[in-house]
């Protein structure tokens, strides 16, 4: 029962199992720029959060010793400005297919 379902929903599909992206017969490149640039500010997000949570572990455990505080200042700082500048790009790119008529 379960593989006949699961045949109508392929051949409901298309050829290959793969729904095509555009049916009309143009591309649409902002959109496909939005979601490359969605994709790499989430991944950027994460990164950034991910740098954040090793700076903060090196600022706990660094005791005395002063390079290590300041290694964790400057990770922090650093993930803090990944992040505006993430942003920054993500208005441009939003901008530049606004102005484009999108």
Do not use: C, R
Not at 9 to 20: D, E, H, I, L, R
Not at 44 to 53: K, T
Not at 65 to 80: C, P, R, S
């Amino acid at each position: 029962m379960l593989l006949a379902s699961q045949v109508a929903t392929v051949s409901a599909q298309g050829p290959g199992g793969v729904t095509p992206i555009a049916t009309s017969g143009t591309i649409n490149i902002p959109g496909i720029v939005n979601s490359i640039m969605n994709w790499g500010f989430g991944l950027l997000v994460v990164l950034a959060a991910l740098f954040m949570l090793w700076a903060a572990y090196m600022y706990l455990t660094a005791g005395a010793i002063e390079g290590n505080l300041d290694k964790a200042k400057h990770y922090i700082l650093y993930a803090v400005i990944a992040i505006v500048v993430g942003f920054i790009a993500k208005g441009i790119v939003t901008v530049i297919t606004g102005l484009l008529g999108t």
